[in-house]
């Protein structure tokens, strides 16, 4: 996921102006504002006299030498310290390069810029090397109501904390309807919402207040299941609260509502890794369909939502199958969990998960499938030791006379 940043831009080339407006379209500038001005470095020097400068600043400049460092001086007399600078230039010379990099430039690029050398700069002038790493996202997202999405959410977080000793934060979205809490057996301090209602004073200490959890490696921010009057929520304070979860976590998993909102769009958008929860309907079909489309337009081929389906055995009755789903939404399902209601209600009584009650499940086996496939580490090789003695036993059988 990427900051939001706010950046001005002033080019002269028109093929720098179309690559800046074209940052948009990548997925680590969805958050981002380009702000297209007119008239290059010069423009610049003018805009700044009178207007406050955006974080980060390109200009382009078709001088020599001598005019590029004049105008440049220009424009540190009337912009805001603090800012970040990209200049591109039409003077390709090691010289001026450092010349410019020593008057506290970002960075220096050729005239015109393409997409992936802006994109590469801002990269490298917003980089903070001393800032503290942070957790992957993983949103769950049902494509209808009740699919069994949150199960999937609470199964994968169970065995990415407590089997893979990950440190994570399972966020229920669902803010009030929720069931997070309940899964686990927790009794929630105090609802989520009232930490977002509040964002301006959201910070570690405070977030930690709201979070329960039978262990340090899983820890659950949640609800009483309590339906309010004043459940608006800023799209803001849902990125502040996911921002700090990440700098507390290896991985965050985000227990998304089927509800359609801004701050939803965005997460199932923004986040390193987006399942889709689907059954075996017409309806599930459709609205996958639907849903997949848009993703892969904005989130890129590489960075595709995976598929899973859920209570898989429902679709003998619907008499849909995995290959109809397969066929019309091109995505090949991570994995597939069985219709089990009694394992599945009983789990619920017990409020323990199905992958902690029995790690043999069908379930549990594709809920470890997806954890892996999200947890980013590399699986060891599948072990073929196992299958030798089966091997060995066939060959010794004696043939029946
Ligand atoms: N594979 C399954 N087999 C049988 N029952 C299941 C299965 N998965 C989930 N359930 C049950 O289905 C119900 C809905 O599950 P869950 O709350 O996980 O769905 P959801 O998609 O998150 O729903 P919501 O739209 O309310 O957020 C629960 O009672 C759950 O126990
Ligand atoms: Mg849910």
């Known amino acids: 996921m990427n900051h939001r940043l706010n950046i001005d831009v002033f080019a002269l080339a028109p093929e720098t102006a179309e690559s800046a407006l074209g940052l948009k379209n990548l997925p680590a500038f969805l958050r981002a ?122 199964n994968v977080a169970w065995l990415l904390s407590t089997q893979m000793k990950m440190r994570t934060i399972l966020v229920d979205l669902d803010l009030a309807f929720g069931t997070a809490a309940l899964a686990f057996n927790e009794e929630p301090r105090q609802p989520l919402i009232d930490a977002l209602l509040d964002p301006e004073r959201l910070d570690p200490i405070l977030l930690q207040r709201f979070m329960v959890g039978e262990s340090d490696d899983l820890q659950i921010l949640s609800t009483h299941g309590m339906p309010r009057s004043s459940m608006i929520l800023s799209q803001l304070a849902i990125e502040k609260l996911v921002d700090l979860s990440r700098q507390m976590a290896d991985i965050v998993v985000l227990d998304l509502p089927h509800y359609w909102a801004n701050w939803v769009e965005d997460l199932l958008l923004l986040a390193d890794e987006t399942i889709l929860v689907a059954s075996l309907d017409l309806a599930n079909l459709r609205d996958a369909r639907n849903l997949v489309d848009l993703l892969r337009a904005k ?11 859920s209570k898989a055995d429902m679709g003998k009755r619907s008499r849909l199958t995995v290959k109809d789903f397969t066929s019309t939404l091109s995505v090949q399902p991570l994995a597939q969990i069985p219709f089990d209601p009694t394992s ?30 999200v947890s980013g580490r590399p699986q060891p090789a599948r072990r073929l030791m196992s299958w030798r003695p089966a091997l060995k036993r066939q060959v010794a059988k004696p043939a029946r006379t």
Do not use: C, W
Request: aromatic letters at 4%.
């Open 344 to 373: 599945f209600i009983e789990s619920v009584n017990d409020g323990k998960v199905i992958s902690e009650k029995n790690r043999k499940h069908k379930a549990a086996l594709a809920f470890q499938r997806i954890a892996d496939a």
């Open 33 to 154: 504002t380009v702000n297209p001005h007119s008239g290059g470095l010069a423009g610049a020097v003018k805009h700044y006299a009178t207007n406050a400068a955006s974080q980060l600043i390109i200009v382009e400049d078709d001088g020599d030498t001598a005019a590029l460092i004049k105008r440049l001086e220009g424009l540190a007399g009337v912009v805001e310290p603090g800012r970040k600078l990209i200049v591109i230039g039409a003077v390709n010379d090691i010289t001026i390069y450092r010349q410019i990099i020593s008057m506290g430039v970002a960075d220096y690029l050729l005239s015109p810029a393409s997409i992936g050398d802006l994109s590469a700069a801002i990269e490298r002038a917003t980089h903070d090397p001393a800032a503290q790493p942070k957790g992957k996202v993983i949103s769950f997202y049902g494509i209808r109501g009740g699919v069994g999405s949150s199960t999937v959410a609470h």
């Open 299 to 309: 989130r890129g081929e590489e960075r595709e939502a995976r598929l899973v389906i």
